[in-house]
């Protein structure tokens, strides 16, 4: 199980950003895949999900900005950001829910995890 995550970098606030995550290993569309994200100095949480049957859970904090989306075809999840803030810098992980057949978007569901993205909010 391979998850890479790519897309991040330097965006002023307001703008908006794509993330990638590529996937080998697994089915995509068999389990649940997220995205978490880690600011300095805190914990990392729950950003966006997809869940089983095609659920999808968003932070209440970014539901109006951030989308998540997936290609089956492709292998390849994504997380649109928009409307970004200072607030939403971290390193972004995608993750899988590999041994939890049901998962909530947490990180203690999440079974593999990819290197992170860096995302830097700032003028």
């Known amino acids: 199980v391979q998850l890479q995550a790519s897309g991040g970098g330097l965006v002023q606030p307001g703008g908006s950003l794509r993330l990638s995550c590529t996937i080998s290993g697994f089915t995509l569309d068999l389990y649940g895949i997220g995205w978490f994200r880690q600011a300095p100095g805190k914990e990392r949480e729950g950003v966006s999900c997809i869940v089983t049957n095609d659920g999808r859970h968003t932070a209440d904090s970014m539901t109006d900005r951030f989308t998540i989306s997936r290609d089956n075809d492709t292998k390849t999840v994504y997380l649109h950001m928009n409307k970004l803030k200072p607030e939403d810098t971290g390193v972004y992980y995608c993750?899988?829910?590999?041994?939890?057949?049901?998962?909530?978007?947490?990180?203690?569901?999440?079974?593999?995890w990819g290197e992170g993205t860096l995302v830097t909010v700032s003028s």
């Open positions: 993750a899988t829910a590999i041994l939890h057949p049901f998962p909530l978007c947490v990180v203690d569901e999440y079974d593999y």
